[in-house]
């Protein structure tokens, strides 16, 4: 299984990004996520999603971040909107157990940072 995450950068508080993870090695049904760690912090799973689109998200981000897949394409997006500070960190695709199960493959991340 290999995961590889683009679109990470710099942006100002409120601004947005868009996260991309392209998947391969794996078919047909799977769940998988994006799992955050900022500065000196455990990982956070942000949001989940399966294979049928039903999503999974963390309360610090609902209704700002939103989870999809193309499952042509076999990849992961992660839509960022109204960022804060907070939301600085790695941001890591991994695969998960089941939707709200444990991650067991993981990418190498891509370095997310909300700053004026």
């Known amino acids: 299984v290999q995961l590889v995450e683009s679109g990470g950068g710099l942006v100002q508080p409120g601004g947005s990004l868009r996260l991309s993870c392209a998947v391969s090695?794996?078919?047909?049904?799977?769940?998988i996520s994006w799992v955050r760690q900022a500065p000196g912090e455990e990982r956070e799973l942000v949001a989940g999603?399966?294979?049928?689109?039903?999503?999974r998200y963390a309360a610090s981000v609902k209704g700002r971040f939103t989870i999809s897949r193309d499952n042509a394409k076999n990849t992961l997006y992660l839509q960022m909107d109204a960022l804060k500070p907070e939301d600085t960190g790695v941001y890591y695709c991994?695969?998960?157990?089941?939707?709200?199960?444990?991650?067991?493959?993981w990418g190498q991340g891509t370095q997310v940072t909300i700053s004026s």
């Open positions: 991994a695969t998960l157990t089941a939707l709200f199960g444990s991650p067991w493959a």
């Open positions: 999603i399966a294979k049928s689109g039903m999503t």
């Open positions: 090695g794996l078919t047909f049904s799977y769940y």
